[in-house]
């Protein structure tokens, strides 16, 4: 019975270390957009404004897409 208790205790001290880890990752490592991004992003911005916005279903991105793969 011990057992059973310290490998839960075992696992919960394991879960609350890999939770800190990664709240001081998410606090203390910031990303920062470059400009490629940011002019990527600005572009689609402009075509959304340009040509308005409308959501692609499931027959329009099986339409798109290739579905067929490559010939080797």
């Known amino acids: 019975?011990?057992?059973?208790?310290i490998t839960i205790a075992f696992l919960i001290c394991l879960a609350l270390c890999g939770w800190t880890v990664a709240e001081l990752k998410a606090n203390h490592?910031?990303?920062?957009?470059?400009?490629?991004?940011?002019?990527?992003?600005?572009?689609?911005?402009?075509?959304?404004?340009?040509?308005g916005y409308h959501e692609l279903n499931?027959?329009?991105?099986?339409?798109?897409?290739?579905?067929?793969?490559f010939k080797a």
Not at 1 to 5: A, L, P, R
Not at 32 to 44: G, T, V
Not at 59 to 68: E, Y
């Open 1 to 5: 019975m011990t057992t059973v208790i």
């Open 29 to 51: 490592c910031i990303y920062e957009h470059n400009e490629e991004e940011k002019a990527a992003e600005e572009k689609a911005a402009e075509l959304i404004q340009k040509n």
């Open 58 to 69: 499931i027959k329009d991105v099986i339409a798109t897409i290739s579905t067929k793969g």
